[in-house]
């Protein structure tokens, strides 16, 4: 039984095959992932961007290695460069609370949640700003507060010499006993302000403070940390009047009470959100010189994730592969060309690939991708696990038709010898068993059969695929030709090709057939035999894409560019160029 896959680490450097991996990509990428480990370099996980296959899955259980890690795109996502880790105040915190949290952590921002930590809104000192600044024309308003008792004390941190209901929410008005008695209240008559709904700031008048009580206010706040008398104190008790004491001065207990205010005034309800699966390349354009400098990230229920701001989207991104038989932006998984590529090994020819920065690059023209790989270890003096050299092995044996295909060299040969005697395993039987495990065309519906070992190519501008299976004879293929050759019409239609091969080989008689849409003047061109059905052709001897197919077709079309051939119509454009 294959051992289960094991997630990676969050730093992890993935090692990765091209799209629709073959047995070579798959075997080298585990193969070189235990090279990595030998040395002494951690970090790195073996990894595919495609589904496996009969062969491939007979390989991994006969050797004992679980499944790569599978990567569907690694384009990097707003969840890579977010701040998780976001400082946020609760729906019913106070803007003291919210003050102090912008003060100590320098922000500019801070979200306002939910008990569910969904997002309400922001508050900011530009929020803020506006609530604070006394408004002369409207000088009841800038007295009212709302907020409670309890809210007032933290905002204070006040001494509770009697309190009535504290935790009650409430609105308040906020006046300094400062007047004359015979003047003061005069002017809470004027605004028609509740005795119930004031709250006095005084310090030690004690005739003030008695009227107060005998108002019925709502509480009384002394300042400057002074003593309450016992009458007064009893008197407030039997009038159910609260009082507070602080150490602040009045002023500053005036301003400071304003802060204990519920946020509700403040926040601002209309802000951007984004998905944390959002990619960073979409994000980037959304952020322009208007737009706000962070935005909150959110999942689909609106329960905050984390912020990014227009910095964070500077960032380097975590995300490193290496890439191991292919080297071309066309094969590789999706948003290679977004993160950092640190390394290649392979043995194809060079497509067209840029870095930021210089990288390891090991192409060398060998029949195997593992072949590079076991050569690596010879070369360090270090002896890979039987099972790992087995792994080594297998795609040796897949990539050149144990040591028959056109692109093997006498290294693939004196490799695979070195291989068998670490694994104790006998390189023909082991083919057998691999060639043996099942057929790809009946183990799969058409569409997965033409997109098995699937590669797109550009040559002089154009841009074509060809996919290739191997197979222990023809009769499969030709009890299920018609269809394989309509999912090849609509794989040429998905990815926007201007043609599309599959190239069928037969394992035992080293010889293939081709099935090709597209432009029928390119198809013209083919010069080897048709056979029963239109677009199939006969390729006796021709068992490599890479070394004998390619090539061919290559030659095709600098022949038709050279011939200044004409695009002909159709549901897609026959030579469909970049851009």
Known sequence: ???????????????????????????SAIAYAAFKEQRGEKGYA???CGNTNARIDTILQRFNQPLPHYLSDVSPRVRDLMVADVISVG??????????????????????????????????????????????KEPRHSRQVRTSLSRIVRALDAKVHHAVEEHRLEELYIRIGAMDIGTFW?????????????????????????????????????????????????????????????????????????????????????????????????????????????????????????????????????????????????????????????????????????????ILFINEPVGSTCTIVADLFRREGLTPSPEIAGIMMSGLISDTLLLNSP???????????????????????????????????????????VRSDFKIYEE?????????????GFGNFWQHAKAIAAALQELRDAEHLAFACLLVTDINTQNS?????????????????????DEIFDLPGIVSRKKQLIPYLSSLLREMAADGSPARPGTVPPFAKRG
């Open 407 to 449: 692109t093997t060299t006498p290294k693939d040969g004196a490799t695979l010898n070195w291989l068998s005697k670490l694994a104790g395993v006998d390189p023909r039987k082991l083919a057998d068993e691999i060639f043996s495990s099942g057929s790809v065309i009946l183990a799969n519906p058409p569409e997965k059969v």
């Open 186 to 358: 005069k002017i809470s008559t004027r605004e028609n302000i509740p005795a119930g709904q004031s709250i006095i700031i005084v310090g030690d008048r004690r005739d003030v403070q008695l009227r107060c009580i005998e108002l019925g206010i709502r509480g009384l706040i002394i300042s400057g940390n002074l003593p309450v008398a016992d009458d007064i104190l009893a008197r407030a008790r039997e009038r159910g009047v609260s009082i507070l004491g602080c150490a602040h001065d009045t002023a500053t207990t005036a301003w400071a009470v304003r802060t204990a205010a519920t946020l509700d005034r403040v926040i601002e309800r209309e802000f951007g959100t984004v998905n944390p699966d959002a990619r960073v390349a979409d994000m980037r354009k959304k952020f322009g010189p208007a737009s706000p400098h962070a935005m909150l990230v959110t999942s689909e229920d609106g329960v905050l994730q984390g912020i990014v701001t227009k910095s964070d989207l500077l960032k380097p991104v975590n995300t490193r592969l290496v890439l191991v038989d292919h080297n071309e932006m066309t094969q590789a998984v999706s948003g290679a060309d977004e993160v950092t590529i640190t390394e290649i090994i392979d043995h194809h020819r060079l497509g067209s690939l840029n870095t930021q920065q210089p």
């Open 1 to 27: 039984m294959t051992p289960a896959p094991v997630a990676p680490a969050s730093n992890t450097t993935y090692i990765v095959g091209h799209r629709n991996p073959d047995a070579d990509a798959i075997c």
């Open 460 to 472: 002089e501008g154009v841009r074509f695929a060809v996919s290739q299976v191997e197979e222990l």
């Open 513 to 533: 057939l081709l099935i090709a849409k597209g432009d029928p003047g390119l198809i013209q061109r083919i010069s080897y035999a048709h056979v029963e059905q």
């Open 91 to 136: 729906d019913n915190a106070t803007c003291a609370e919210a003050l102090e949290l912008i003060d100590r952590h320098s922000v500019s921002v801070v979200p306002v949640l939910t008990a569910e930590r969904k997002v309400v809104g922001t508050v900011s000192l530009a929020n803020m700003g506006g609530f604070f600044i006394p408004r002369l």
């Open 46 to 48: 073996p990894a595919r």
